[in-house]
Protein backbone atom coordinates (compact mmCIF):
# COMPACT_ATOMS: atom_id res chain seq x y z
CA UNK A 1 0.00 0.00 0.00
CA UNK A 2 2.81 2.38 1.22
CA UNK A 3 6.42 2.27 0.62
CA UNK A 4 8.91 1.59 2.96
CA UNK A 5 12.15 3.57 2.70
CA UNK A 6 15.63 3.49 4.83
CA UNK A 7 18.00 6.44 4.11
CA UNK A 8 20.61 3.74 4.94
CA UNK A 9 19.98 1.83 1.91
CA UNK A 10 21.81 3.69 -1.28
CA UNK A 11 18.80 2.67 -3.55
CA UNK A 12 16.11 3.42 -0.82
CA UNK A 13 17.79 7.20 -0.66
CA UNK A 14 17.83 7.73 -4.34
CA UNK A 15 14.06 7.24 -4.00
CA UNK A 16 13.34 9.41 -1.77
CA UNK A 17 15.43 12.16 -3.51
CA UNK A 18 13.58 11.66 -6.10
CA UNK A 19 10.39 12.15 -4.48
CA UNK A 20 11.58 15.08 -2.96
CA UNK A 21 12.48 16.13 -6.22
CA UNK A 22 9.07 16.16 -7.74
CA UNK A 23 7.13 17.56 -4.95
CA UNK A 24 10.07 20.53 -4.88
CA UNK A 25 9.08 21.03 -8.96
CA UNK A 26 7.21 23.72 -9.55
CA UNK A 27 3.51 22.06 -8.92
CA UNK A 28 1.55 23.78 -11.52
CA UNK A 29 4.81 22.87 -13.75
CA UNK A 30 4.42 19.58 -13.20
CA UNK A 31 1.34 19.53 -14.30
CA UNK A 32 1.59 21.62 -17.44
CA UNK A 33 4.73 19.22 -18.41
CA UNK A 34 2.18 16.02 -18.40
CA UNK A 35 -1.01 17.43 -19.65
CA UNK A 36 0.74 20.10 -22.09
CA UNK A 37 1.67 23.12 -21.15
CA UNK A 38 0.68 25.01 -24.17
CA UNK A 39 -2.44 24.00 -24.29
CA UNK A 40 -3.53 25.09 -20.43
CA UNK A 41 -1.65 28.05 -20.62
CA UNK A 42 -3.76 29.21 -24.44
CA UNK A 43 -6.51 27.85 -22.53
CA UNK A 44 -5.77 30.70 -19.08
CA UNK A 45 -4.89 33.52 -21.82
CA UNK A 46 -8.59 33.08 -23.27
CA UNK A 47 -10.57 33.12 -20.02
CA UNK A 48 -8.87 35.96 -19.06
CA UNK A 49 -9.12 37.83 -22.21
CA UNK A 50 -12.82 36.58 -22.63
CA UNK A 51 -13.75 38.36 -18.77
CA UNK A 52 -11.36 40.94 -19.48
CA UNK A 53 -13.72 41.64 -22.48
CA UNK A 54 -17.44 40.54 -22.29
CA UNK A 55 -17.36 40.74 -17.88
CA UNK A 56 -20.57 38.95 -16.72
CA UNK A 57 -21.58 37.51 -19.59
CA UNK A 58 -18.20 35.56 -19.92
CA UNK A 59 -18.62 34.49 -16.42
CA UNK A 60 -22.20 33.18 -17.22
CA UNK A 61 -20.78 30.90 -20.29
CA UNK A 62 -18.15 29.50 -17.90
CA UNK A 63 -20.78 28.62 -15.35
CA UNK A 64 -22.61 26.81 -18.30
CA UNK A 65 -19.95 25.41 -19.32
CA UNK A 66 -18.47 23.89 -15.87
CA UNK A 67 -21.14 23.97 -13.59
CA UNK A 68 -24.83 24.74 -14.22
CA UNK A 69 -26.13 25.18 -18.37
CA UNK A 70 -29.18 26.90 -17.01
CA UNK A 71 -27.04 29.66 -15.35
CA UNK A 72 -28.07 33.25 -16.29
CA UNK A 73 -26.42 36.72 -15.06
CA UNK A 74 -29.09 37.22 -12.52
CA UNK A 75 -27.73 34.15 -10.66
CA UNK A 76 -24.11 35.31 -10.49
CA UNK A 77 -24.81 37.93 -7.03
CA UNK A 78 -25.59 35.83 -3.71
CA UNK A 79 -28.73 37.66 -1.95
CA UNK A 80 -28.78 38.24 1.65
CA UNK A 81 -31.91 36.78 1.61
CA UNK A 82 -30.82 33.73 0.24
CA UNK A 83 -27.83 33.52 2.70
CA UNK A 84 -30.11 34.35 5.78
CA UNK A 85 -33.05 31.66 4.82
CA UNK A 86 -30.50 28.78 4.37
CA UNK A 87 -29.56 29.54 8.37
CA UNK A 88 -32.86 27.59 9.02
CA UNK A 89 -32.57 24.79 6.93
CA UNK A 90 -29.04 24.04 8.14
CA UNK A 91 -28.43 20.77 11.25
CA UNK A 92 -28.11 22.74 14.31
CA UNK A 93 -25.02 20.55 15.24
CA UNK A 94 -23.59 22.22 11.97
CA UNK A 95 -24.13 25.43 12.56
CA UNK A 96 -23.18 25.30 16.62
CA UNK A 97 -19.59 23.94 14.63
CA UNK A 98 -19.53 26.58 11.89
CA UNK A 99 -20.20 29.23 14.92
CA UNK A 100 -17.24 27.45 17.41
CA UNK A 101 -15.05 27.58 13.76
CA UNK A 102 -15.47 31.61 13.49
CA UNK A 103 -15.40 32.64 17.13
CA UNK A 104 -11.93 30.77 17.49
CA UNK A 105 -10.31 31.55 14.48
CA UNK A 106 -10.92 35.05 15.22
CA UNK A 107 -9.76 34.99 18.70
CA UNK A 108 -6.27 33.97 16.94
CA UNK A 109 -6.18 35.77 14.29
CA UNK A 110 -6.79 38.78 16.61
CA UNK A 111 -4.17 37.73 19.06
CA UNK A 112 -1.54 37.64 16.65
CA UNK A 113 -2.69 41.39 14.92
CA UNK A 114 0.57 43.16 15.04
CA UNK A 115 1.27 45.70 16.60
CA UNK A 116 2.91 48.93 15.00
CA UNK A 117 6.49 49.25 16.19
CA UNK A 118 8.14 51.24 19.29
CA UNK A 119 9.77 54.47 17.08
CA UNK A 120 13.37 54.57 16.81
CA UNK A 121 15.08 57.63 17.38
CA UNK A 122 18.33 58.80 17.12
CA UNK A 123 19.07 62.85 17.08
CA UNK A 124 17.08 65.06 15.08
CA UNK A 125 15.50 61.61 13.56
CA UNK A 126 12.36 59.29 14.09
CA UNK A 127 11.50 56.63 12.16
CA UNK A 128 8.60 54.21 12.64
CA UNK A 129 6.54 51.36 11.11
CA UNK A 130 3.15 50.67 10.58
CA UNK A 131 0.61 48.48 9.47
CA UNK A 132 -2.85 49.46 7.45
CA UNK A 133 -5.24 46.76 6.11
CA UNK A 134 -6.00 46.51 2.18
CA UNK A 135 -8.98 48.13 1.19
CA UNK A 136 -10.31 45.03 -1.20
CA UNK A 137 -9.61 41.75 -1.45
CA UNK A 138 -10.96 38.74 -2.85
CA UNK A 139 -11.52 35.15 -1.66
CA UNK A 140 -11.35 32.21 -4.11
CA UNK A 141 -13.98 29.63 -2.00
CA UNK A 142 -13.98 25.74 -3.31
CA UNK A 143 -17.15 23.73 -3.89
CA UNK A 144 -15.93 22.04 -7.12
CA UNK A 145 -16.32 18.74 -5.04
CA UNK A 146 -17.41 19.24 -1.53
CA UNK A 147 -18.87 22.04 0.46
CA UNK A 148 -15.66 23.45 2.35
CA UNK A 149 -17.00 26.38 4.63
CA UNK A 150 -13.74 26.03 6.75
CA UNK A 151 -12.08 27.25 3.90
CA UNK A 152 -14.27 30.58 3.70
CA UNK A 153 -13.77 30.87 7.29
CA UNK A 154 -10.13 30.50 7.14
CA UNK A 155 -9.60 33.33 4.24
CA UNK A 156 -12.76 35.30 5.79
CA UNK A 157 -11.83 35.97 9.06
CA UNK A 158 -8.37 36.99 9.25
CA UNK A 159 -8.97 39.45 6.25
CA UNK A 160 -12.11 40.87 9.05
CA UNK A 161 -9.59 40.88 11.72
CA UNK A 162 -6.85 42.89 9.23
CA UNK A 163 -9.66 45.63 9.13
CA UNK A 164 -10.47 45.00 5.52
CA UNK A 165 -13.28 47.29 3.92
CA UNK A 166 -14.32 45.36 1.32
CA UNK A 167 -14.26 41.62 1.30
CA UNK A 168 -15.86 39.93 -1.82
CA UNK A 169 -15.80 36.10 -2.22
CA UNK A 170 -16.53 33.47 -5.11
CA UNK A 171 -17.51 30.41 -5.53
CA UNK A 172 -18.58 28.28 -8.01
CA UNK A 173 -22.35 28.00 -8.77
CA UNK A 174 -21.86 23.73 -8.62
CA UNK A 175 -24.20 22.17 -6.00
CA UNK A 176 -21.54 22.80 -3.18
CA UNK A 177 -20.74 26.18 -3.65
CA UNK A 178 -24.96 26.57 -3.71
CA UNK A 179 -25.11 23.76 -0.46
CA UNK A 180 -27.46 25.90 2.64
CA UNK A 181 -24.36 24.83 4.67
CA UNK A 182 -22.08 27.40 2.47
CA UNK A 183 -25.02 30.25 2.09
CA UNK A 184 -25.17 30.06 5.66
CA UNK A 185 -21.69 30.25 6.62
CA UNK A 186 -21.31 33.40 3.99
CA UNK A 187 -24.19 35.03 6.79
CA UNK A 188 -22.46 34.01 10.04
CA UNK A 189 -19.39 35.89 8.54
CA UNK A 190 -21.78 38.98 7.64
CA UNK A 191 -20.44 38.79 4.38
CA UNK A 192 -22.66 40.59 1.92
CA UNK A 193 -20.45 40.65 -1.45
CA UNK A 194 -20.96 36.87 -2.48
CA UNK A 195 -20.56 35.82 -5.99
CA UNK A 196 -21.24 32.65 -7.82
CA UNK A 197 -18.37 32.27 -10.30
CA UNK A 198 -15.60 29.46 -10.39
CA UNK A 199 -12.35 28.77 -11.90
CA UNK A 200 -10.00 30.78 -13.70
CA UNK A 201 -13.04 32.69 -14.30
CA UNK A 202 -13.48 34.03 -10.88
CA UNK A 203 -9.77 35.47 -10.87
CA UNK A 204 -10.03 36.94 -13.75
CA UNK A 205 -13.45 38.96 -12.91
CA UNK A 206 -12.11 39.65 -9.26
CA UNK A 207 -8.57 41.19 -10.87
CA UNK A 208 -10.57 43.43 -13.96
CA UNK A 209 -13.89 43.27 -12.29
CA UNK A 210 -17.13 43.03 -14.21
CA UNK A 211 -20.62 44.93 -14.17
CA UNK A 212 -22.05 42.17 -11.40
CA UNK A 213 -18.29 41.03 -9.36
CA UNK A 214 -15.91 44.23 -7.97
CA UNK A 215 -12.17 44.47 -9.01
CA UNK A 216 -10.35 43.80 -5.42
CA UNK A 217 -6.61 44.62 -4.66
CA UNK A 218 -5.42 41.22 -3.84
CA UNK A 219 -6.69 37.92 -4.42
CA UNK A 220 -6.10 34.77 -2.23
CA UNK A 221 -7.29 31.19 -1.49
CA UNK A 222 -7.12 27.66 -3.51
CA UNK A 223 -7.61 26.11 -6.98
CA UNK A 224 -6.88 23.82 -9.23
CA UNK A 225 -4.07 24.29 -12.02
CA UNK A 226 -5.94 26.51 -14.57
CA UNK A 227 -6.74 28.50 -10.83
CA UNK A 228 -3.04 28.88 -10.18
CA UNK A 229 -1.97 29.80 -13.85
CA UNK A 230 -4.41 32.63 -13.84
CA UNK A 231 -3.17 33.85 -10.30
CA UNK A 232 0.39 33.84 -11.93
CA UNK A 233 -0.79 35.66 -15.02
CA UNK A 234 -2.24 38.07 -13.25
CA UNK A 235 0.59 38.80 -10.36
CA UNK A 236 1.86 42.43 -10.02
CA UNK A 237 -1.36 44.14 -11.44
CA UNK A 238 -3.15 42.66 -8.03
CA UNK A 239 -2.14 40.82 -4.91
CA UNK A 240 -2.21 37.09 -5.19
CA UNK A 241 -0.85 34.79 -1.80
CA UNK A 242 0.83 32.34 -3.40
CA UNK A 243 0.40 28.22 -4.12
CA UNK A 244 -2.43 26.72 -2.09
CA UNK A 245 -2.07 23.60 -3.77
CA UNK A 246 -2.82 19.32 -2.77
CA UNK A 247 -2.37 18.59 0.87
CA UNK A 248 0.32 17.21 2.60
CA UNK A 249 1.26 15.86 5.87
CA UNK A 250 4.70 15.06 7.34
CA UNK A 251 4.68 13.12 10.52
CA UNK A 252 8.18 12.66 12.59
CA UNK A 253 8.42 10.28 15.17
CA UNK A 254 10.54 7.89 17.20
CA UNK A 255 9.35 4.48 18.46
CA UNK A 256 6.79 6.65 21.04
CA UNK A 257 4.37 7.35 18.16
CA UNK A 258 0.91 5.99 18.31
CA UNK A 259 0.67 3.95 15.29
CA UNK A 260 -3.32 4.37 15.30
CA UNK A 261 -3.24 8.45 15.88
CA UNK A 262 -0.27 8.56 13.01
CA UNK A 263 -2.20 6.29 9.96
CA UNK A 264 -5.41 8.13 10.92
CA UNK A 265 -3.60 10.95 10.24
CA UNK A 266 -2.14 9.77 7.30
CA UNK A 267 -5.56 8.96 5.73
CA UNK A 268 -6.92 12.80 6.54
CA UNK A 269 -4.93 14.13 3.92
CA UNK A 270 -4.92 11.31 1.82
CA UNK A 271 -8.46 11.67 1.64
CA UNK A 272 -8.57 15.03 -0.41
CA UNK A 273 -7.61 13.15 -3.36
CA UNK A 274 -5.10 14.45 -3.83
CA UNK A 275 -3.15 14.15 -1.28
CA UNK A 276 0.72 12.90 -0.33
CA UNK A 277 1.52 11.59 3.31
CA UNK A 278 5.47 11.01 5.10
CA UNK A 279 6.05 9.16 8.04
CA UNK A 280 9.76 9.59 8.81
CA UNK A 281 10.65 7.87 11.70
CA UNK A 282 13.65 6.36 13.70
CA UNK A 283 11.96 2.81 14.46
CA UNK A 284 11.42 0.05 12.22
CA UNK A 285 8.48 -1.27 14.65
CA UNK A 286 6.53 2.00 14.53
CA UNK A 287 6.65 1.61 10.55
CA UNK A 288 5.41 -1.94 10.45
CA UNK A 289 2.43 -1.13 12.51
CA UNK A 290 1.67 1.82 10.87
CA UNK A 291 1.42 -0.17 7.64
CA UNK A 292 -0.82 -1.88 9.82
CA UNK A 293 -3.13 0.35 10.98
CA UNK A 294 -3.65 1.76 7.41
CA UNK A 295 -4.64 -0.89 5.78
CA UNK A 296 -6.94 -1.46 9.02
CA UNK A 297 -8.19 1.69 8.74
CA UNK A 298 -8.56 2.51 5.18
CA UNK A 299 -10.85 -0.21 4.55
CA UNK A 300 -13.64 1.59 6.67
CA UNK A 301 -13.38 5.06 4.98
CA UNK A 302 -15.81 6.41 2.66
CA UNK A 303 -13.04 7.07 0.07
CA UNK A 304 -10.97 4.22 0.84
CA UNK A 305 -9.90 4.16 -3.19
CA UNK A 306 -8.60 7.17 -3.40
CA UNK A 307 -6.63 6.95 -0.15
CA UNK A 308 -5.12 3.86 -1.43
CA UNK A 309 -4.41 5.45 -4.80
CA UNK A 310 -2.59 8.32 -2.53
CA UNK A 311 -0.49 6.19 -0.44
CA UNK A 312 0.52 4.11 -2.98
CA UNK A 313 1.54 6.61 -5.70
CA UNK A 314 2.58 9.96 -3.22
CA UNK A 315 3.50 8.75 0.11
CA UNK A 316 6.31 7.07 1.85
CA UNK A 317 7.13 6.29 5.11
CA UNK A 318 11.03 6.55 5.69
CA UNK A 319 13.21 5.29 8.66
CA UNK A 320 16.12 6.51 9.45
CA UNK A 321 18.35 5.40 12.95
CA UNK A 322 19.21 8.99 13.24
CA UNK A 323 16.12 12.16 14.28
CA UNK A 324 19.49 14.61 13.36
CA UNK A 325 19.04 13.00 9.73
CA UNK A 326 15.10 13.05 9.69
CA UNK A 327 14.70 16.30 10.69
CA UNK A 328 17.26 17.83 8.56
CA UNK A 329 14.62 15.72 5.42
CA UNK A 330 11.67 17.24 7.22
CA UNK A 331 13.42 20.86 6.44
CA UNK A 332 14.03 19.90 2.78
CA UNK A 333 10.56 18.73 2.79
CA UNK A 334 9.15 21.77 3.80
CA UNK A 335 5.62 20.31 4.18
CA UNK A 336 2.50 22.00 4.46
CA UNK A 337 1.25 20.26 7.60
CA UNK A 338 3.93 18.68 10.22
CA UNK A 339 2.93 16.41 13.28
CA UNK A 340 5.60 15.81 16.09
CA UNK A 341 5.21 12.54 18.02
CA UNK A 342 8.78 11.90 19.78
CA UNK A 343 10.35 11.73 23.15
CA UNK A 344 11.86 14.79 22.73
CA UNK A 345 8.93 17.41 21.36
CA UNK A 346 10.43 20.19 22.08
CA UNK A 347 14.00 19.80 20.99
CA UNK A 348 12.90 18.87 17.86
CA UNK A 349 10.28 21.96 17.12
CA UNK A 350 13.38 24.05 17.33
CA UNK A 351 15.35 22.39 15.01
CA UNK A 352 12.22 22.28 12.46
CA UNK A 353 12.48 25.54 10.76
CA UNK A 354 10.53 25.06 7.55
CA UNK A 355 7.12 23.99 7.97
CA UNK A 356 3.21 25.42 7.21
CA UNK A 357 1.92 24.37 10.32
CA UNK A 358 3.61 22.67 13.18
CA UNK A 359 1.21 19.89 15.05
CA UNK A 360 3.03 18.83 18.27
CA UNK A 361 2.13 16.03 20.36
CA UNK A 362 -0.24 12.68 19.58
CA UNK A 363 -3.08 14.82 20.67
CA UNK A 364 -2.76 17.17 18.04
CA UNK A 365 -4.52 16.13 14.82
CA UNK A 366 -4.31 18.06 11.72
CA UNK A 367 -8.05 18.09 11.61
CA UNK A 368 -7.84 20.44 14.61
CA UNK A 369 -6.52 22.95 12.20
CA UNK A 370 -8.56 22.40 9.34
CA UNK A 371 -11.91 22.79 11.69
CA UNK A 372 -11.58 25.13 14.68
CA UNK A 373 -7.95 25.34 16.49
CA UNK A 374 -7.49 29.24 14.94
CA UNK A 375 -4.61 29.77 12.53
CA UNK A 376 -5.87 29.07 9.19
CA UNK A 377 -5.75 25.73 7.18
CA UNK A 378 -5.06 27.53 4.01
CA UNK A 379 -1.25 26.61 3.77
CA UNK A 380 1.46 26.92 1.13
CA UNK A 381 2.17 23.59 0.06
CA UNK A 382 4.90 21.56 -2.37
CA UNK A 383 8.06 22.97 -0.38
CA UNK A 384 7.12 26.58 -0.59
CA UNK A 385 7.10 26.61 3.10
CA UNK A 386 10.65 27.19 2.22
CA UNK A 387 9.79 31.11 1.29
CA UNK A 388 6.03 31.06 2.44
CA UNK A 389 3.67 30.93 5.16
CA UNK A 390 -0.09 30.40 5.66
CA UNK A 391 -2.97 32.93 5.28
CA UNK A 392 -2.75 34.93 8.34
CA UNK A 393 -4.45 38.51 9.26
CA UNK A 394 -0.67 39.05 8.26
CA UNK A 395 -1.73 38.64 4.90
CA UNK A 396 -4.20 41.26 4.59
CA UNK A 397 -2.21 44.15 6.36
CA UNK A 398 0.32 46.48 4.48
CA UNK A 399 3.51 47.66 6.09
CA UNK A 400 5.02 51.34 5.58
CA UNK A 401 7.66 53.14 6.61
CA UNK A 402 7.97 56.58 8.04
CA UNK A 403 10.70 58.82 8.81
CA UNK A 404 10.49 62.48 9.85
CA UNK A 405 13.76 64.11 10.23
CA UNK A 406 14.52 67.55 11.51
CA UNK A 407 16.90 70.27 10.60
CA UNK A 408 20.06 68.60 13.17
CA UNK A 409 18.91 65.30 12.36
CA UNK A 410 19.49 65.58 8.72
CA UNK A 411 22.55 67.99 8.54
CA UNK A 412 24.06 64.81 10.63
CA UNK A 413 23.11 62.57 7.94
CA UNK A 414 23.80 64.98 5.07
CA UNK A 415 27.56 64.41 3.80
CA UNK A 416 26.47 60.54 3.57
CA UNK A 417 23.52 60.44 1.94
CA UNK A 418 25.48 63.33 -1.15
CA UNK A 419 28.41 61.04 -0.63
CA UNK A 420 26.48 58.13 -2.03
CA UNK A 421 24.40 60.10 -4.56
CA UNK A 422 27.01 61.49 -6.09
CA UNK A 423 29.01 58.33 -6.11
CA UNK A 424 26.16 56.52 -7.97
CA UNK A 425 26.22 60.02 -10.19
CA UNK A 426 22.83 61.17 -8.97
CA UNK A 427 23.23 64.60 -8.36
CA UNK A 428 19.66 65.61 -8.28
CA UNK A 429 19.27 63.41 -5.49
CA UNK A 430 22.62 65.06 -3.84
CA UNK A 431 20.95 68.29 -4.44
CA UNK A 432 17.77 67.78 -2.57
CA UNK A 433 19.66 67.38 0.34
CA UNK A 434 22.10 70.62 -0.14
CA UNK A 435 18.89 72.54 -0.46
CA UNK A 436 17.49 71.71 2.63
CA UNK A 437 21.47 71.27 4.91
CA UNK A 438 22.51 74.82 3.54
Do not use: W
Amino acid sequence: MIAILKLTNETDRARVETMLAALRLDPVEVALNEGGRAKHVATVQRILADVAGRGDEAVVDLSRKFDDPDFTVDQIRVTVGEMRDAVARVPAEQMAAVRRSIAQVREYQTHILPKDAPRLHRPGLEMGLRFTPLESVGLLVPGGKASYPSSLIMLAVPAQVAGVRRIVACSPPSKYGRSDLMLATYHELGLTEVFRAGGAGAVAAMAFGTATIPRVDKIVGPGNTFVQLAKRALAGCVGIDGYLGPSEILILADDSGRPDFIAADMIAQAEHDPGSCFLLTTSETLADAVVMELTKQTASRHRSEAIVKALRDSSAIIIDPSMENLIALANRFAAEHVNLQTREDAAVLVKLIHAGAIFVGPHSPVAAGDYVAGPSHCLPTNTTARFSSGISVYEFLKRSSIVRYDPTGLAADAPAIIAMAEAEHLDGHAASVKIRAG
